[in-house]
């Protein structure tokens, strides 16, 4: 990986100029995003954002192809599948820009949004690599990871095997979300 060495911000070094931030879209995620957009803002750094949908199950496919048959399955696959993306690339821009602001000087830092097929700590890692990202952010876990527990697997697998320090969101409980989330 051939990174560009550190720049001096506000007369200290950074070592931190691109981020990725993984989210779930849930209940969490704009909190989380705050946490973002907030040390990408610190670190004048560029902020990549990620949401992976995992494929579909093979229950979810027979069934599918069931109702649908062969032909129609496999242009679902094709032209169906990368349409829903990018619906849920462009739905993920519009809720950034009406949360912030059409003009909100933060949605500069937002380099791209994408939406991935695939298991996600796999995904992240790979979007990572990829970009050569020198941070990446994600909450502790989802909401709907059982109460109690204090990581989530996506979270922990990313924590094993990434490359890049991981700055870790923990989820505020549900009574403060709902005060102020």
């Known amino acids: 990986m051939n990174r560009s060495p550190p ?9 931190v100029r ?7 879209l849930g209940l969490y995620a704009p909190y989380v995003m705050q946490h973002a957009l907030a040390l990408a803002r610190t670190f004048n750094a560029g902020l990549y954002v990620v949401h992976v949908v995992e494929p579909m199950g093979l229950f979810a496919e027979s069934v599918l192809q069931s109702y649908l048959g062969e032909e129609a399955l496999q242009e679902l696959h094709g032209k169906g599948v ?50 050569e990202v020198d941070l990446l952010v994600l909450g502790r876990h989802s909401a709907s990871a059982q109460e109690g527990a204090s990581i989530g697997r996506t979270a922990a697998r990313v924590l094993q095997s990434s490359g890049v320090p991981v700055y870790l ?9 709902q005060k102020g989330c």
Not at 169 to 177: D, E, G, R, T, Y
């Open 7 to 15: 720049f001096w911000l506000s007369g200290r070094l950074s070592m």
């Open 18 to 24: 691109s981020m990725l931030y993984a989210t779930d």
């Open 82 to 131: 990368h349409a829903f993306l990018e619906g849920i690339e462009q739905r993920m821009l519009d809720g950034f820009r009406e949360e912030l602001g059409e003009g909100h000087s933060d949605l500069s830092l937002i380099r791209t949004v994408r939406v991935v097929q695939g298991e996600p700590a796999s995904v992240i890692l790979e979007q990572a690599h990829k970009l």
């Open 169 to 177: 969101v923990p989820i505020m409980s549900k009574a403060l979300c």
